[in-house]
Structure formats: C-alpha cells, structure tokens
C-alpha cells in the first residue's frame, strides 16, 4: 500500500479522474482522519448474471460464456474480491480509531447488516470472514426472502407513494425516455459492436416509455435504455469476475469500452433511483437508520449496510454527489462500492461529518487484490475546510428535506 499526504492524494484523485495517473491513484489511500463512528452503504459484490439480465430477444455472434456460480448469485471470485475488500477496510477502520488493527473486534462496535437476498447474505458472510477471520462476526437480516425496507422500501408498498408523482418526476429529470436513450446513443451503439450480432438489431426493439406499473406501486419503464442496461453490466461482471480477456465481450470488450458501457447500466438509474421523488422513497427508511447511527447513544461504532446498486445510487442522488470507481463510468455503483458517511470533531470541537466513496478498481476487484480508493466528496453548501466537512445537524437538516416527500 502506497501511502501519501492527504491534501496530496485528493490531487492525485483529481488528476485520475482526468486520466493522468490512473495506476497511481489506484494504489493510494486518504489518511484516515479520527473517527467517532461511521455508517457505510454499499453494493454486494461481484455476481452471476440475474435471470432475465441479458434480456431473452438479444442476439450475439457467439454463445454466452459459463459462469461458475449459479444464476443472481455471488461467485467465488466474487466471495474472494470482498474477503480482499474487507482487509483493506480493516487497516482504515484501524487506523482512524475505530477497531483494533487484529484480533476479534467488539460485537458491540460493529454490525454488519445485509438486504434478505442470498446474494447480499453471501456478500456480508464473505465480507466477515475477511475483516475478521475466525471470529464468526455475525451478519445480521431479516429472514430469507422478506422484504427489507431499508433496501427495497417500494416493495414494502408505502401508502404515501403515488406513481403518478413519480413519473412526473422521472420525466423532469430525465428530459423523457426518448430524450434518455439520445443521450446514450454512442454506448448503445458501441454495445451493438461488441455484441456483434448477425443482423441489427442485437437488443430488442420496443418504443422508450416510463409509466406507472399496473398495481400503481412501481415504475416500469421500456426501451433500448431498459433493454441493454442488462448487457451492458453482465459484460463488465465478466470482467470483474476475473474471465479470460478473449471470452469478456468475446474479445471485443476491453476496459475501456467497459467503462463506456457502464453510462448505459448507470441510465437506469436515471429513472429508479435518482429523480428527487423516486429518491426520496428509495432512501427515506435508509436515511433513519442513517440518522440512528449518527445519534443515538446504542448505535455501533461501525455499521456497514450491504445491498444493491440501486441503494447506493439513490443515497448518492439524496446528498447531491457522483460516485466514481476507477474503471467504471460516473454514477455507475460498483460491486463493493458504498458511500461511507463519517462523524469526527471539527476543530470548534462540535460534531460533523465527512463523506467518502469508497471503493475498489475494477483490475483490483478482477484481482482481488485488498487496495482500496477513498474519494472525498463534498456537498454543495455543506463544506468546510481542506476536509470538506458538513455540521452535523445541517447534514440530518438534509437528510431529512431530501426524503420529505416519503413522508407524507
């Protein structure tokens, strides 16, 4: 691990967003600053393509390859990848004061808590047992298969949602489903090249549409951008699950092109996730037990939430900040990645937090190498000093406003 100043390293970051140094800046993490507790939201690791991903009318010029893990669930590279994440986020939790660098941590420090799908079960089991092996760190969730609300809070059918507000609000955001699939006409087109089908079209034709779904609990949205967003993320799978480069896009995907294709996957999202109504329903139950682990006197040192891209893309649109993994396109959530929300001690002495986006590489997670990229994030009216720290109660203030509309 190559450690330098932090002021230096946010250059460095800088610098990588750019393309300047790319090797470099994979390789560095921020010092930790001192720690009171921190809450961190992040997507299970890397996984089987789900059932239906690659939607079934899409044509290729050759087979799909095998995956050595049944269909929607975590890989053993996948298991691997995290075991390497969570002895890198060991050394940080160290050494910012928050748990002991080896040997067993306090049941009462840290909770690892997980959505009910066997692919975050799996995603927290393996995180444990790299943070602490031996230990039998206990991952907490709700039974197999129950509705989570801090993960899927629309499953939970709140009374409060009205899908008819969501689509307007989906249509403000977005421009409209058309105007969405415009926007991502090159890496529509580049999926069609790599793809390499006999005859266009390769994905299934249907007309752009975002509408309210039938029970008026849901969205449903249709089009090229619903249709390859799929694709486009079981291809960068392939690669993060560490297959040979000639069977990733069938040759024809390198990293590059992956990262281009990760805008597609990340539209989705555009839709789901990020319009302020759609996020303030996915987010508002996350956001209290946000607040819980900031506030109340019980709340662990470290919580960590295991679930799903969706989660930390609208938790990334309810604080006004992109994410960025090296290799993966902006607001592309990687597998792994999650938004880690800090409190510390100004200098005034009062309490704040400070935000990361904390996460692997793309060739460290197809390595499963156990290094780490912390990207300071800063909210817009809410960041002081070098640190780009937020007053406590102005960020709960935001939290709070951004999810308003779930609450009635």
């Avoid at 996948?78 to 002991?100: C, P």
């Avoid at 990340?266 to 302020?276: C, K, Y």
């Avoid at 960590?304 to 938790?315: E, F, K, P, Q, S």
């Avoid at 005034?348 to 780490?372: C, F």
Wanted: some cysteine; proline content about 10%.
């Amino acid at each position: 691990m190559i450690t330098v100043p932090f002021a230096r390293t946010v250059a460095l970051v800088a610098l990588a967003a750019l393309g300047l140094l790319p090797a470099l800046a994979q390789a560095t993490t921020p010092k930790p600053p001192q720690v009171e507790r921190l809450v961190l939201l992040m997507r299970h690791g890397v996984r089987a393509p789900l059932d239906g991903e690659v939607p079934p009318a899409t044509r290729t010029g050759q087979p799909w390859p095998h995956w050595n893990a049944p269909a929607e669930q975590v890989t053993p590279h996948g298991a691997a990848a995290l075991r390497a994440l969570a002895r890198a986020d060991r050394r940080w939790f160290a050494a910012a004061g928050l748990v002991a660098a080896k040997g067993c941590p306090d049941p009462a420090a840290l909770r690892l808590w997980t959505n009910s799908s066997p692919r975050t079960i799996a995603s927290g089991e393996a995180y444990a047992a790299g943070f602490a092996p031996g230990c039998g760190v206990t991952v907490s969730h709700k039974p197999e298969g129950a509705n989570d609300p801090i993960f899927e809070p629309l499953g939970a059918y709140p009374a409060a949602f009205d899908a008819k507000r969501a689509v307007d609000s989906i249509l403000r955001y977005t421009g409209s489903a058309e105007a969405l699939t415009r926007r991502h006409a090159k890496g529509l087109t580049l999926l069609k090249q790599v793809l390499a089908c006999p005859a266009a079209p390769c994905s299934p034709v249907e007309p752009s549409s975002v509408r309210a779904s039938e029970d008026g609990h849901g969205i449903d949205l249709k089009g090229p951008i619903r249709a390859a967003s799929g694709t486009a993320q079981v291809l960068m799978l392939q690669y993060l699950e560490g297959m040979p480069l000639a069977q990733v896009g069938w040759g024809r995907a390198t990293p590059a092109r992956l990262e281009a294709l990760g805008a597609v996957h990340g539209a989705l999202f555009d839709v789901f996730s990020r319009p302020p109504y759609m996020a303030a329903f996915q987010m508002a139950p996350t956001v209290d037990r946000i607040t819980q682990d900031l506030t109340a006197v019980t709340a662990p040192k470290i919580d960590m939430l295991i679930g799903h891209d969706t989660n930390v893309a609208a938790l990334a649109a309810v604080l006004g900040v992109p994410v960025k993994a090296p290799g993966f396109a902006t607001n592309d959530p990687s597998p792994g990645g999650g938004i880690a929300i800090a409190l510390i001690r100004a200098p005034n002495g009062r309490q704040a937090v400070r935000l990361w986006y904390r996460s692997q590489s793309a060739t460290d997670m197809r390595a499963a190498r156990d290094r780490t990229v912390w990207a300071p994030l800063r909210l817009a009216g809410c960041d002081e000093g070098i640190e780009h720290r937020c007053p406590l109660p102005q960020f709960l203030k935001r939290l709070e406003t951004a999810t308003a509309p779930a609450r009635g």
